[in-house]
């Protein structure tokens, strides 16, 4: 066989988007019995290793089609495919699905051969090989498995083949070298590819044709900087992925710097960026301290480069004196996307130089609709005068097509869905309004936990909420994979949670009108009495509120969220006996929390005495942010004690030396 060549396995064609989009980096489809304790075993550990998020499966391959649906699931959301050929693996009807619907999904597919030539899988019907066996086993029982799926089969493998792959050839016989290469292969394949512009970019490709020439090829020589403007879910940044991959091959460097407006607002300091962008441009990996600092080593790397920086959703400005500046080389270009056109002049951005989205014509937001709605580029005739009507009440908001289409998908022989769907998006010509028919379809448990990410867990890692979630509920993974599906909540390939504005704001103002004040996050709805209400079970209180302190105790309060307030104020009477999640972020005074043993997540920023929170035995999650003047007793007199304890994370705690 011959020797892998990593650029066989990027055709331009495949764009695939590992900031969000892809919830696996790796798939694996293998026959369990052949290598599943051996090299696949070895190979996941690797992978893992190596930071690599990869799909097992750990089901054993019984019939239904929900174990199918997942596996489907998986495979289109992943970035690399790795079907590894074992003797046996056409023997598996599962195995040869996987590879048909990896073929379907037009993702990047990676062979590996175990035992077995590839002249065997290419042709399975042309020899004597155990595939030429396994696929005579599948045509003898008709009643399983339909002549036309087979062929497909077939042809899914020699299409496969078509590519170059692994042996265990290229490593003499050694599985554990076989290992090495295949993950270093993996990895510098993952840092080559491009960014998902979007499932179906549709009008994007036209948009950003134009922009290139006008700002990134026909402009002069100097450094030119331009924005993209327009309001929240209009695909700017879509648009910005569409620029980005068609031009970054023509600089020296390029960086995409994706949600500054969000990642500022979460208190993570600027030099995080920095430092993302000066190791994106010239592969700098040190520390950077201040934001000066990082200033400076632009000034001192950057000179000589034409670099290729966009800045995705920046609305400060102080964001774009710490990262745009006249540092950069001549020939370089920045794009800026904002819903603010101040803060693109702030910038340097010339009005000349500023394209204001618009949403997409009419024509481009139907087909957009129909590809979620249909499948196809166009709707079902019988259909096709509802959703020219839906996509005229939506204005050509790409996000609003997108969720009313992939709400009525699958419900084409309901006409009563969709009479209803047009009816409330014409009743509810606004954005947030038009997306509440999404939320209309959940479940009860998938409602109140969109609602909980919408009031208060944005930009939160999934496993902390999950383990509040399930002092409650019954199917959390299941209702947050729903959510997902349904392009309420995006989950990133950190496993951070994620939501459209309108869909943020369309969950609070449920919660506020229609859910009887149960989630307060703001001190204003204290302001407005309604900490009178008993119905409270999320509470996030901020700033000075000592005043209202007394009105925490509520029997039905889970969750606590108090930043910036003094605790002197509050007594173990006022924590509810059922609280479940408690976060103290910078408050002034420990509190006795004797009522609090219930608690499966506690969170603390700022000094904090643990010798008041000996009793928390059912805590699962611990997190500290801080220093701990009490180490030795945590270490030595509580955390032995919580053996429900899943995960203990510490930052800045400068006593841990000691």
């Not at 289109?76 to 790795?82: E, K, M, T």
């Not at 999404?438 to 999934?462: M, N, V």
């Not at 009522?595 to 603390?604: D, T």
């Amino acid at each position: 066989m011959e020797e892998f060549k990593m650029e066989e396995y990027i055709p331009p064609s495949i764009k695939i988007l590992f900031q969000g989009d892809k919830e696996y980096h790796v798939f694996l489809s293998f026959k369990g019995e052949d290598v599943r304790k051996n090299l696949v075993d070895h190979l996941h550990e690797a992978l893992t290793a190596a930071g690599l998020h990869v799909f097992l499966d750990t089901h054993k391959l019984e019939k239904g089609d929900k174990i199918w649906s997942s596996l489907e699931r998986a495979i289109r959301s992943s970035a690399i495919h790795i079907p590894i050929f074992s003797r046996g693996y056409a023997d598996s009807a599962w195995c040869l699905r996987e590879a048909a619907t990896m073929v379907n999904t037009q993702g990047l597919i990676i062979p590996l051969f175990y035992d077995v030539e590839p002249t065997h899988v290419r042709y399975p019907v042309k020899d004597s090989s155990q595939y030429q066996q396994a696929f005579l086993k599948h045509y003898d029982h008709p009643d399983r498995y339909q002549r036309g799926e087979i062929e497909r089969w077939k042809v899914a493998l020699h299409q496969i083949c078509s590519h170059s792959g692994w042996s265990m050839d290229i490593t003499g016989g050694f599985e554990a070298q076989l290992v090495k290469r295949v993950v270093n292969d993996v990895i510098k394949t993952l840092d080559r590819v491009s960014l998902e512009v979007a499932k179906h970019p549709v009008g994007m490709e036209r948009i950003a044709e134009d922009l290139i020439q006008k700002f990134i090829l026909n402009s002069e020589g100097g450094l030119v900087k331009s924005g993209i403007l327009g309001i929240g879910g209009i695909s700017k940044t879509t648009l910005a992925k569409a620029m980005f991959n068609q031009v970054y091959a023509h600089f020296d460097a390029a960086s995409f710097v994706f949600n500054v407006r969000t990642t500022v607002a979460d208190s993570v300091c600027l030099t995080k960026l920095q430092k993302q962008i000066l190791k994106d441009l010239t592969n700098y990996d040190g520390k950077v301290h201040s934001v000066e600092k990082g200033i400076s080593l632009f000034r001192d790397r950057l000179g000589g480069k034409r670099v290729l920086l966009i800045l995705d959703d920046m609305d400060g400005r102080e964001q774009s004196e710490a990262l745009v500046g006249d540092w950069l080389a001549p020939g370089s270009r920045v794009v800026i996307t904002s819903r603010d056109k101040h803060i693109l002049h702030v910038a340097g951005v010339s009005p000349e130089c500023i394209h204001e989205m618009s949403g997409l014509q009419t024509n481009e937001g139907l087909q957009l609709f129909s590809r979620h709605s249909f499948l196809r580029a166009s709707p079902s005739p019988t259909y096709e005068a509802f959703s020219k009507r839906i996509v005229e009440a939506c204005k050509g908001h790409p996000l609003s097509l997108e969720v009313i289409g992939s709400l009525l998908y699958d419900k084409k022989n309901d006409p009563d869905c969709w009479t209803e769907a047009f009816h409330n998006v014409a009743l509810h010509p606004k954005i947030y309004e038009i997306l509440k028919i999404s939320y209309s379809g959940l479940s009860e448990e998938e409602k109140e936990i969109f609602l909980d990410i919408a009031c208060f867990f944005i930009g939160e890692h999934k496993r902390y909420p999950i383990v509040f979630w399930k002092s409650m509920y019954r199917s959390v993974k299941t209702a947050i994979s729903n959510l997902s599906l349904k392009l309420l909540v995006r989950i990133d390939d950190k496993g951070v949670f994620h939501m459209h504005d309108h869909l943020r704001d369309m969950g609070r103002s449920i919660a506020e009108k229609e859910r009887e004040g149960t989630r307060l996050w703001e001190a204003v709805h204290l302001s407005r009495g309604e900490s009178n209400n008993n119905n409270i079970s999320r509470l996030r209180l901020s700033g000075d509120n000592s005043q209202r302190l007394e009105t925490l105790y509520r029997p039905g309060l889970r969750f606590l969220h108090l930043k910036n307030l003094p605790l002197d104020g509050i007594t173990p009477a006022m924590l509810p006996p059922n609280l479940m999640w408690l976060r103290l972020q910078n408050c002034e005074k420990p509190f006795q929390s004797s009522l609090v043993r219930n608690v499966w997540f506690f969170a603390i920023q700022g000094a904090f005495h643990f010798s008041l929170v000996d009793n928390i035995w059912d805590l699962r999650i611990m997190q500290v942010d801080g220093d701990i003047p009490s180490f030795q007793y945590l270490l030595f007199n509580i955390l032995g004690n919580l053996l429900q304890l899943q995960h203990l994370e510490l930052r800045n705690c400068r006593n841990l030396n000691k």
